[in-house]
């Protein structure tokens, strides 16, 4: 530990060890050497508890992205690179903004719980040890404290319902249907109306302020969204196909009317800067309980509006850049069955072409 001046400013390094190496963290930028002095105090306390200066600043999706590269370099077999891949995808969508040390069992245990809720468990148990094994690998390096991973429960879906993952197109009509027709419009059943209407992720529509929404275009720009977790942060999408214009009909630009009207004083971040998913998903359970529908949760919402799409045969290269996927690849592994059906009616199609005399 050391304190040196530099100019007309002092600067505090502090150095700790991590696993057998020793790292510095180098603090500039003081004006007095007696702030630099209380800083260095603070951080030795702080390193006495266990503080790990690297896990408490890097996000986990950094470290989850450099374990991978690593990890993908040792030569995996080409179906578990996709699987990598896959599991990447989920990690930057439900844990943008969390850091390593922020990734502690309960958060864990949340994320998996969360994904078995509409999974088998035999999956489930595949994106837990995926997502473990980096935190794993924190653990015994040293970057953090304990083991996210130690007794963490695997709850998966049973058979039957792991395949419900999305609203039938029936059902869908019903629920913005039932929004639509509410005497006095929902704050909150307005968030889950623009999830199923948009196909974005949670975290993208609760960021929205009025400046992202284009009346004149009829579109939404997403080029945030809010961490899951308190404290609730505003963070930059991780990849550059995250960033979009998506474009909204007319009837949610109706909605959005009566949303304005019923209430006047909603400040920039129109869904409030409280609200958070596990709210929504409580009026989303209630909402198909009234209408009589299956229960899903609120990414369902986005698998839901991409069947819509793929069932009416919209093409999948525009339904990908719609959910903001980084590559097509993705949507077609995720909605390979829905893709399969449309594949198996188009070659129909086409033979019956050639059958025609």
Do not use: C
Not at 129 to 149: V, Y
Not at 287 to 303: E, P, V, Y
């Amino acid at each position: 530990m050391s304190i040196k001046q530099e100019g007309k400013t002092y600067t505090a390094i502090i150095s700790y060890k991590v696993g057998s190496k020793y790292k510095r963290k180098v603090k500039r930028g003081f004006l007095t050497k007696k702030s630099a002095q209380q800083y260095e105090a603070q951080m030795v306390t702080k390193l006495a508890d266990g503080y790990t200066p690297d896990a408490s600043e890097m996000l986990f999706v950094d470290y989850y992205d450099k374990w991978l590269a690593t990890h993908l370099s040792y030569g995996l077999k080409p179906q578990t690179i996709v699987n990598h891949k896959w599991t990447q995808q989920y990690v930057h969508e439900h844990l943008e903004g969390i850091t390593l040390e922020q990734m502690d069992r309960n958060r864990l245990q949340q994320v998996i719980d969360e994904y078995g809720f509409n999974h088998k468990a035999s999956t489930t148990k595949q994106v837990a040890l995926r997502i473990g094994m980096p935190l794993k690998e924190a653990f015994n390096t040293g970057l953090i404290r304990t083991d996210p991973t130690y007794k963490i429960k695997i709850n998966g879906a049973s058979s039957k319902n792991a395949s419900l993952k999305f609203l039938e197109e029936e059902d869908l009509n019903n629920l913005l249907n039932f929004i639509e027709t509410e005497d006095i419009p929902d704050l909150y059943h307005f968030v889950i109306y623009t999830l199923a209407l948009s196909g974005a992720r949670a975290g993208e529509i609760l960021a929205l302020t009025f400046k992202d929404i284009n009346k004149a275009d009829k579109t939404l720009r997403i080029n945030k969204t809010k961490t899951n977790i308190a404290p609730h942060q505003y963070t930059q999408p991780k990849t550059r196909s995250s960033i979009r214009t998506i474009s909204m009909p007319e009837r949610w630009f109706t909605q959005l009317q009566r949303i304005e009207a019923n209430y006047p004083n909603l400040d920039e971040h129109f869904f409030g800067e409280t609200t958070d998913q596990s709210n929504i998903l409580r009026r989303l359970k209630k909402l198909l309980t009234k209408i009589d529908a299956k229960q899903i949760t609120l990414h369902g919402l986005r698998h839901t509006h991409a069947s819509y799409l793929i069932n009416h045969n919209i093409d999948v290269a525009y339904v990908s850049e719609r959910l903001g996927h980084s590559n097509i690849t993705i949507t077609q592994n995720t909605y390979f069955h829905l893709l399969q059906q449309t594949r198996e009616s188009e070659a129909n199609k086409a033979i019956n072409l050639f059958d025609k005399r």
